[in-house]
Every structure is written in C-alpha cells, then in structure tokens.
C-alpha cells in the first residue's frame, strides 16, 4: 500500500499561535489556497481510499484537496490531532509564561511532555499506528491518502523511521499542508519516500 499523508491547511488558530489538539478551528483563506494548490498538484493522482481526520479543519482541507470526492471520504475521529485538554483554546506564549516545563516538553523534549488531562506524544503514535493497522490489510497494493494533522503525522513518520520520540519535531517541518508518502510492503513494513513534500533517499 502507498499511504500519502496530507495535513490541514492553515487555521484561524495557527495565525493567533493557539492551542488546537482537538478543538475546532478553520482554515483561514490563505488555508484554503493552500488545499486547492495542493489539490492541483496531486489531481494526476488516482487514489482509491480517502480517509480524513472528523475535526473541521481537516474536513474543509479535504473538501478543497478532493472537490470531485466528497462522497466516499470516509472520516475517522482516530485520525484526530493530539488531545491537549486543559491546554485548548490558550496561547501558546500564555502556556510558556505559566507552565514553562511542560511548555518545553511539548516543543523541545516530546518524551517528557505528560500534562493531566492530555494525552502523550506515546499515546498519540499509539492512535496512529492502530487507525493505520486495519487499512493494510484492506487496501493492500492500493494508494490510499490520509488527511490529518501534524504532530499525528509526524508519530506516524518516526515510528516508520523507528525515530526516538524526544527527536519527534525534528526536521523536516510538518507546514501546512505538506504531502508525506509511505510505502509499505507485504510484511507490514514501511518506507518513507516523500517527507513534508521532500524526496527521501532510499539509500537514508
């Protein structure tokens, strides 16, 4: 199976720098030109499956990625961003002022970031890896496209790449609407052959 991993476009609360996790925010215009020219440069593309997070933003990315696909994307509350609980809906400056160690955990050491309430950076690849699992098998030898988010993509990324977590932000940076391709063989394992819209090496 050939996975292609889009995330969503730019949102009203990337421009304010807030909190997203699982909360709902959308796409501003500039988000919008961002999922239609990405749209556009994958239209030669002819993917059997389309999954897609059931937050909104993702839901309108996929909108203006697949305009022709509305009817068989099927949308999955597994394929969600991390749950950051308490932390929704804040700025992030306001958490570094306030809780500066777990404001660190989150951007600088992912493998410590443990706040009541959240869920971990394990527990997310956890998520990601378990909604990827069953697709596998019924898409094998298929191009599928997963629209989603970035920390949840970037878990997904590292475990293929078997990349500690404390190295999870490392580069190359999830922008909006990067475009990540895994292809993964008969035993269930997989290659990275495109990351945040770069070509990877098979030699890497």
Not at 32 to 59: H, M, P, V, W, Y
Not at 100 to 120: C, I, M, N, Y
Not at 122 to 142: C, F, I, K, S, W
Request: glycine share 6%; charged share 25%; aromatic share 8%.
């Amino acid at each position: 199976m050939e996975l292609h991993l889009i995330r969503h476009g730019q949102t009203n609360w990337n421009e304010e720098r807030r909190v997203q996790g699982q909360s709902e925010s959308e796409l501003t215009s500039l988000g919008i030109q961002q999922a239609q020219e990405l749209g556009e440069r994958i239209s030669q593309l002819n993917f059997d499956k389309i999954f897609c997070s059931s937050s909104k933003r993702t839901r309108q990315t996929a909108e203006h990625v697949f305009p022709d696909r509305q009817h068989d994307i099927e949308f999955l509350d597994s394929l969600r961003e991390i749950f950051l609980g308490p932390w929704e809906g804040r700025l992030y400056d306001d958490i570094q002022t306030e809780e500066a160690d777990s404001h660190r955990h989150f951007w600088q050491e992912p493998h410590l970031f443990d706040v009541k309430g959240a869920e971990t950076f394990y527990d997310l690849q956890n998520r990601a890896v378990t909604a990827v699992e069953p697709m596998l098998g019924e898409h094998h030898q298929q191009q599928v496209v997963i629209v989603s988010h970035g920390a949840l993509i970037k878990s997904l990324l590292s475990h293929i790449e078997g990349r500690p977590m404390h190295e999870l932000w490392a580069p190359p940076l999830m922008h909006n609407c990067a475009h990540s391709i895994i292809r993964y063989n008969a035993d269930g394992s997989g290659e990275i052959i495109q990351y945040a819209d770069q070509s990877v090496s098979s030699n890497s």
